[in-house]
């Protein structure tokens, strides 16, 4: 198995909007896409964070993992998945738009237990 941890930047000030859109509009249409193992989006909580100092985008605040097979079953599914008039319909409805985003970051990891 390969997971895909999807880290996003989404502008702060839009996060309770994005929240609700998440839950009604994108997580439904991406769960009946592919195997997402859980969606996640920060508390007002304080981060801790060790080592070297960040950018001055911080942490992200939203965090999402999907689940595959293998990385050509990722290859050829994400594709499939984020094109199409369902998936233009869902998106266009982001709060504030794609501007946003003000960073995307998708790693692959595999599990060791």
């Known amino acids: 198995m390969l997971y895909e941890i999807r880290n996003y930047h989404f502008k702060p000030e ?3 909007e ?5 839950k009604n509009h994108a997580i439904p ?10 969606f996640w989006v920060n508390t007002a909580d304080a981060p ?3 080592g070297a100092p ?7 605040n939203v965090t ?3 689940k595959w097979r293998d990385l050509a079953q990722r ?14 319909s869902v998106i266009a409805n982001v709060p504030g738009g794609m501007t946003s985003y ?11 237990i």
Not at 18 to 22: L, S
């Open 18 to 22: 994005y929240k609700a859109w998440a």
């Open 29 to 38: 249409y991406l769960g009946s896409k592919m195997d997402v193992i859980g």
């Open 48 to 50: 801790e964070v060790g």
């Open 102 to 112: 003000l960073r995307l970051e998708s790693k692959f990891a595999e599990a060791l």
């Open 14 to 16: 839009l996060i309770e």
């Open 64 to 66: 999402w993992i999907i």
């Open 75 to 88: 290859q050829v599914d994400w594709p499939a998945a984020i094109k199409g008039p369902q998936w233009e």
């Open 54 to 60: 960040q950018d001055a985008l911080g942490v992200a």
